[in-house]
């Protein structure tokens, strides 16, 4: 029996019973962003549809292969071997495949795409904290603390300040007057990275 044989003599149950389209796996053929369409409408068009050519259990999943037609002509055929293995689509023809992805395409909804707007004239803080010294980034030694410049001591060659403990919410710094001194992470501030002003 040839393909067209099949899509001539295929089964073709009221669509409520199963003809309906794999979205999921129609999005991921054709490109699109399936984010922002109705798949209800979608599934629920009869211009578009799935019918079994051959079916069978894998796991949960029902498996197979299905022939897909687009206003009742010949549009693909769709196999699904395994559970998790993805659908393969074999197109009648290219321009087949553009009239689905155009078809498809009606679905998408137009509706405004909420947008958050940035207030620049909003105040921020010139300096940030972490929680953790395993956050620190390895070319940042220098921070401030108390409003002070202070040099953070981390890094392999520091790091016998830290074998007595786990705490990762502190770290040893060395203050201008060489002092050592263990602190907490949330008292280090860093400042933005900001050119300095002219």
């Not at 395993?134 to 921070?143: G, N, P, V």
């Not at 770290?171 to 400042?191: A, G, T, W, Y």
């Amino acid at each position: 029996m040839k393909i067209r044989d099949a899509f001539e003599r295929v089964k073709k149950p009221a669509l409520d019973a199963w003809g309906r389209i794999d979205s999921e796996a129609l999005f991921k053929e054709l490109n699109l962003d399936s984010f922002n369409y109705d798949y209800q409408d979608l599934n629920e068009s009869d211009r578009l549809a799935g019918y079994r050519l051959t079916y069978w259990q894998c796991g949960d999943t029902e498996v197979g292969a299905v022939l897909y037609f687009l206003d009742n002509k010949p549009a693909a055929v769709v196999i699904k071997p395994y559970r998790k293995s993805d659908s393969v689509w074999h197109w009648v023809s290219r321009e087949m495949r553009d009239k689905v992805r155009a078809f498809v395409e009606q679905f998408r909804n137009e509706e405004e795409v909420n947008v958050t707007l940035l207030d620049m004239d909003k105040e921020i803080e010139e300096t940030y904290t972490i929680d953790y010294r395993e956050q620190l980034h390895s070319d940042r030694t220098t921070a401030l603390y108390k409003g002070n410049k202070v040099t953070l001591l981390i890094g392999k060659e520091h790091k016998h300040y830290y074998e007595s403990d786990n705490d990762d919410s502190v770290v040893m710094i060395r203050k201008e007057n060489e002092e050592l001194m263990r602190v907490s992470m949330k008292e280090i501030e860093f400042p933005l990275e900001l050119e300095d002003k002219c």
